[in-house]
Structures are given as C-alpha cells and as structure tokens.
C-alpha cells in the first residue's frame, strides 16, 4: 500500500480515536471508499496517474451512491472508469440497484415476518441510523428471506462425518 492510503488510513484512525464509537458510520464509509478505489486500481492495472503499459482504461471520478448499512445510512463516493473494452467497472461489494446491506434487508424481512409494521419498522429503523425505508424494500427484504429458507428446506442432508 502506498504512503497516500497509509495517511488516509491514519486519519481515518486518528477520527475513530477523537470521536468514539457514536461517529463509526463516517469511518466505515471512508474505509468502504477506500477499498473501491483499489479495486478500481487492480481492475485498472494502475494506480492513479500511474502510467503503465498494462493500463487498461482510465479513472473517471466518482458517483455518489446512499446505502443502508448496520452503521446508519451512509453515502460513498462509488469509482467509476472509462476507456476499456468489455464489462464496466462496478464494486463487486455493491450489488447493483440495491441501496441496503443483506445485513440490514435480513433485519428488516426478520421484522416483518414477526408481525411489526412497515411503519414501525421504518421507525426501528430510523433508531439505527437508517433514514429511509420503503415498503418497496420491505417486499424485497421478506423475498430475501423466502430465498434464505428455500435454500435452507432444499439443502442436502448427506451422513454428517
């Protein structure tokens, strides 16, 4: 790692020191940052303004993405490219059009399932430092949880060893 995200890793250090545990949304999507632009390296085959033979496109900046993690409702600064052949650069740590953590979808389809409203859990929700919720999403999450216990009711039991 270089001397740049050596610093940005201190300072991200240095905030969680100064400011606890109350401020750990703003640490965790720093360090998610972080990690997507050395994705956005490796999928590169360079760092920024590295010039390398082996280059296979270009940084070309940022979008900002809001995601519902477990740490509250934060927004990243997602890399995007340009200038290279075949399938576009995306965080595989982002899924696609999805604005929640499986984490917090499960939390969330767990609710529903157990009878509490949408608006309750929308209110639950919002406790935790997750600022919208959709019934949209509720849907999607108690699906996710249907998902989880077909897989589990169609798994094989083989002799366990």
Same mark, same amino acid.
């Given at each position: 790692?270089?001397?740049?995200?050596?610093?940005?890793?201190?300072? *991200?250090? =240095?905030? *969680?020191?100064?400011?606890?545990? &109350?401020?750990?949304?703003?640490?965790?999507? $720093?360090?998610? =940052?972080?990690?997507?632009?050395?994705?956005?390296?490796?999928?590169?085959?360079? !760092?920024?303004?590295?010039? /390398?033979?082996?280059?296979? &496109?270009?940084? /070309?900046?940022?979008?900002?993405?809001?995601?519902?993690?477990?740490?509250?409702?934060?927004?990243?600064?997602?890399?995007?490219?340009?200038?290279?052949? &075949?399938?576009?650069?995306?965080?595989?740590?982002?899924?696609?059009?999805?604005? #929640?953590? $499986?984490?917090?979808?499960?939390? %969330?389809?767990?609710?529903?399932?157990?009878?509490? #409203?949408?608006?309750?859990?929308?209110?639950?929700?919002?406790?935790? &430092?997750?600022?919208?919720? #959709? !019934?949209?999403? %509720? !849907?999607?999450? #108690?699906?996710?949880?249907?998902? =989880?216990?077909?897989?589990?009711?169609?798994?094989?039991?083989?002799?366990?060893?």
């Amino acid at each position: 790692m270089d001397a740049k995200k050596d610093t940005i890793i201190e300072a *991200l250090l =240095e905030h *969680l020191i100064e400011n606890g545990a &109350g401020d750990i949304a703003t640490v965790f999507a $720093r360090t998610f =940052e972080l990690a997507m632009q050395i994705k956005r390296e490796r999928f590169l085959h360079a !760092s920024h303004y590295e010039r /390398n033979p082996d280059r296979q &496109g270009y940084a /070309n900046g940022y979008k900002p993405k809001r995601i519902d993690a477990p740490a509250g409702s934060i927004t990243v600064d997602v890399p995007k490219t340009a200038g290279h052949v &075949g399938e576009p650069f995306y965080p595989q740590s982002l899924e696609r059009g999805r604005r #929640s953590v $499986r984490a917090v979808m499960l939390a %969330v389809a767990e609710m529903y399932i157990k009878g509490v #409203s949408t608006r309750d859990v929308e209110a639950v929700m919002r406790e935790f &430092g997750i600022e919208s919720l #959709s !019934s949209a999403q %509720v !849907s999607r999450a #108690s699906k996710l949880l249907d998902d =989880e216990l077909a897989a589990w009711r169609t798994r094989p039991l083989a002799e366990i060893r």
